[in-house]
């Protein structure tokens, strides 16, 4: 495997333990934190930069309220020492978190996302990252959605919300790939 370059950063967005509790709903992609693990190790043989974005919520009783378990890191996906950690408490990573300035800071161009839930962080942060000028890339299935009732009031399962989330970026905020295309080009 060949070096990741010092200018392409890693962002796993929310995978916290409260994305994997049942009260989260259906969802698709049951490979990805398995696809998000592999991107992780890919990142860190290369040592290249990763950034953890933990969700942290301003609603008293949410599962990602500060101290409560739902907010911790999914044990797999757990930062090591050195490892960037932005928290946040809107979908949108770059928001009030000082994310753009770390980046830039240390010369970053290229952004791979990661994580959850497609149509919400994931896609507020991708269509930000294309917006400040970061060439982005969404690694499809390395991403989940839950189920979700559509502003018509038509149940769509979580694969539709994810598909429909994708199709909002790609091509005009980011490329959306596969973890396959990814690793192939390391």
């Known amino acids: 495997m060949s070096r990741i370059s010092s200018t392409t950063t890693l962002i796993i967005i929310d995978m916290q333990k409260g994305m994997a509790m049942p009260a989260a709903g259906p969802r698709n992609n049951p490979q990805a934190e398995?696809?998000?693990?592999?991107?992780?190790?890919?990142?860190?043989?290369?040592?290249?930069?990763?950034?953890?974005?933990?969700?942290?919520?301003?609603?008293?009783?949410?599962?990602?309220?500060?101290?409560?378990?739902?907010?911790?890191?999914?044990?797999?996906?757990?930062?090591?020492?050195?490892?960037?950690?932005?928290?946040?408490?809107?979908p949108d990573a770059f928001t009030h978190t000082g994310l753009e300035r770390w980046l830039h800071v240390r010369g970053i161009t290229d952004l791979v996302i990661a994580g959850v839930s497609t149509n919400n962080s994931v896609e507020a942060t991708a269509r930000s990252a294309g917006n400040l000028g970061f060439r982005t890339t969404v690694v499809a299935d390395a991403c989940f959605a839950f189920d979700k009732v559509d502003y018509a009031g038509t149940p769509r399962t979580a694969a539709e919300v994810h598909a429909m989330s994708l199709a909002n970026l790609d091509g005009e905020y980011a490329r959306v790939v596969t973890i396959e295309e990814v690793l192939d080009k390391l």
Request: proline letters at 9%; a positive charge.
């Open 34 to 90: 398995a696809n998000i693990a592999k991107l992780l190790t890919a990142w860190r043989a290369g040592g290249a930069p990763i950034v953890h974005v933990r969700h942290m919520s301003r609603t008293p009783g949410s599962p990602f309220w500060p101290g409560q378990a739902g907010a911790e890191f999914q044990e797999a996906l757990q930062p090591l020492a050195g490892e960037h950690v932005v928290e946040k408490n809107v």
